[in-house]
């Protein structure tokens, strides 16, 4: 039986949340999503956040970049792969921290969507950094974590570790249904 608290066992309506999710995809030689799978399991977590008011900051990694020159692990083909799937615009941003992060996520309204740069770019990532994650919660306004990446929610790593140490953290429903 799943022990750790969901979305439906929390008071995330209308909240800020950081959405951390493994949309680690396969890509096209031309920089398409080659399998949606992933990306795929994220929408039952992510329309029950919209259907709660939330507004909805997506933070995952792709691949193993050595730095933010590594184009080719861009999560923007990701963006709008997530806005077809899911039939609802997604607003990407280049970094996950910073001035531009804050301005896209300042004017969020409930049920809107922002996918966030490959967390990876910033090598502060993989180290669980504490002041990475604080610059992550303070860029994005987040009030809440929701971990639905079952693929990485192990790693202690910044943004599945490190930030959940510093907001309330809650399982989302692809994470609850295969741990359980």
Do not use: W
Request: hydrophobic share 40%.
């Amino acid at each position: 039986m799943f022990s750790k608290k969901t979305i439906n066992d929390f008071d995330i309506a209308g909240k800020r949340v950081l959405l951390r999710t493994d949309y680690n995809v396969p890509l096209n030689k031309d920089g398409s999503v080659a399998s949606a799978y992933r990306i795929e399991q994220s929408l039952p977590t992510i329309k029950a956040l919209q259907s709660k008011g939330c507004q909805i900051v997506i933070c995952s990694h792709l691949g193993r970049p050595k730095s933010s020159a590594d184009t080719q692990f861009s999560l923007k083909p990701v963006a709008r792969e997530l806005s077809k799937l899911i039939k609802h615009d997604v607003t990407f941003v280049s970094d996950c921290v910073g001035d531009s992060v804050k301005y896209a996520t300042d004017s969020m309204t409930e049920g809107d969507i922002v996918l966030l740069e490959n967390v990876r770019f910033h090598e502060e990532e993989e180290k669980n950094d504490a002041e990475f994650a604080k610059s992550i919660i303070e860029s994005t306004g987040a009030e809440v974590l929701v971990q639905d990446g079952f693929g990485v929610v192990h790693r202690a790593h910044t943004t599945t570790d490190a930030i959940a140490r510093q907001i309330p953290a809650v399982a989302g429903l692809h994470l609850a249904r295969e741990a359980d």
